[in-house]
């Protein structure tokens, strides 16, 4: 199979400099924005992920802010992006570059030592914000490489990571490697899309790329079978008492670990079985689901007005403004947060 060339790489640059988006990551470029915003964009859209980019950096302007701040801080600043250990490794690795003098290393093992930096973060954070010559290789750039040259390789294995960054390291031009970074990154985001025809009409790189030669495009790459979710049934309670909610800490292990929760319980329970549980007022709730990597929740929800407290000792009661401007609650909740008023 044919690599890519320095024409194709070119005609890419130029397209970019053109029809780049307008983010803040981009406005200022600096080695801490550049890393926070690749770790939040793992898993989140782009248009989720500026405002939560730009409230975070406003919260945490530089690495010795971050390492700084308490790990409560640092998960509700976080609160609705998911995967909190994103959050939890950017904690971790900034106290440790707060430690050793408040800078990111411009080292690719040094920077893949740290929590939360694999290969791929490293390579960002080296070409976009240090001029490195190291490629950065994420779904999107392998998709584009793909069908580019017509390359079934598997996207999900590490080894064909590796074999487009060694092909792509000596196409990297002097001084523009932010640029061909972003590129292509910007390419597979706006034109060759996945799980649909790719937008090859604008497509700079239309004229030479052999899936659209072939009319094979949606070949490319193969695509993998992913395992149906587990489907997991929970019963949700908003337990109100004299203008306060209760909420309890997750195990520091599993889904969602030591993060704040509304009190739950496995399995559909129904109203007359969520009675017995608690002595008050109790109205039913719409039924919510979310949706995890691997797991389906499918909750049941009850609001109940409590005569009493109840006899959990894990559960705390908080006032709405401490639960909005305090205490990290997943997005899981969010159907039921709400309630909380």
Not at 232 to 261: C, D, H, M, Q
Request: aromatic share 10%.
């Amino acid at each position: 199979m044919r690599k890519v060339n320095a024409k194709e790489i070119s005609l890419l640059l130029d397209w970019y400099r053109e029809h780049k988006r307008t983010l803040p990551w981009r406005d200022e470029v600096s080695p801490y924005r550049t890393w926070v915003s690749e770790i939040m964009l793992q898993q989140t859209r782009v248009e989720a992920a500026k405002g939560y980019f730009l409230r975070w950096i406003t919260r945490f302007p530089t690495v010795g802010d971050l390492a700084a701040a308490s790990e409560e801080e640092v998960l509700k600043a976080w609160e609705g992006l998911g995967y909190y250990s994103r959050a939890r490794n950017l904690h971790k690795a900034a106290k440790l570059v707060a430690r050793a003098g408040g800078e990111l290393p411009r080292d690719k093992k040094a920077l893949e030592s740290l929590p939360g930096i694999g290969t791929y973060t490293a390579g960002a954070i080296l070409s976009i914000a240090f001029g490195e010559k190291e490629p950065a290789v994420d779904g999107n750039v392998l998709r584009v490489i793909s069908r580019l040259t017509a390359e079934p390789f598997d996207i999900t294995k590490n080894e064909a990571k590796e074999k487009v960054a060694t092909d792509l390291r000596p196409l990297m031009p002097d001084g523009e490697t932010s640029d061909f970074t972003q590129a292509l990154f910007e390419l597979g985001a706006l034109v060759c899309l996945p799980n649909a025809l790719p937008r090859c009409d604008l497509c700079p790189l239309a004229g030479e790329c052999e899936a659209h030669r072939l009319g094979t495009e949606t070949d490319y790459p193969p695509r993998t079978v992913k395992p149906e979710k587990r489907r997991e049934a929970l019963t949700v309670f908003v337990l109100a008492l004299e203008g306060k909610y209760a909420i309890r800490k997750r195990p520091s292990s599993g889904l969602l670990a030591n993060l704040w929760e509304l009190p739950n319980t496995c399995g559909t329970l129904s109203t007359e079985d969520a009675a017995r549980l608690y002595d008050g007022e109790i109205t039913s709730l719409p039924p919510a689901t979310h949706v995890f990597t691997h797991v389906v929740w499918e909750m049941t929800g009850y609001f109940v007005r409590l005569s009493a407290p109840p006899a959990e000792k894990d559960l705390i009661f908080i006032t709405p403004e401490a639960l909005r401007e305090t205490y990290p609650l997943p997005s899981a909740f969010s159907s039921y947060r709400r309630y909380c008023k």
